[in-house]
């Protein structure tokens, strides 16, 4: 019965110190969007994602970008991202301009095999898993 009680303590202890800690990125690997709401992707500049060794990169349809990466209670959380600084005018500079502020909003992250949803307070975007290149 001791032993019992101590082992009930301790899962208790584990679970206590584990809860609200970051949790892993998903699969390495690359994704490219599929869907935005309310939002609309521009045909010829695709917004892409790859998650890796505690990083996130990318291109946003102009600049390509690339930070630090977790994953704390079902939200992405991206810190410090760097970008080229290339000048993106019109459609491709709109897009760029809300899909960094989808990211740094810390948007909810939903995985399935060959789908990645990012869902923040004003966009949406759906990603499929793609090539790496």
């Known amino acids: 019965m001791r032993n019992r009680l101590w082992l009930v303590v301790q899962l208790v202890g584990l679970l206590l110190i584990t ?18 709401t309310p939002q609309t992707l521009v045909a010829d500049a695709p917004i892409t994602i790859t998650f890796g060794s505690g990083r996130v990169s990318g291109n946003a349809g102009c600049n390509a970008f690339s930070g630090p990466a977790v994953v704390e209670a079902g939200t992405l959380k991206v810190a410090q991202v760097g970008s080229t600084l290339m000048y993106c005018g019109g459609p491709r500079g709109e897009q760029e301009t809300w899909f960094f502020a989808l990211l740094s909003s810390s948007p909810t992250i939903t995985i399935t095999d060959t789908t990645l949803v990012l869902a923040g307070a004003s966009s949406t975007v759906t990603f499929r898993r793609g090539p790496v290149t």
């Not at 809860?19 to 935005?36: H, V």
């Open 19 to 36: 809860t609200g800690c970051s949790t892993a990125l998903p699969p390495d690997g690359r994704w490219i969007a599929t869907d935005a």
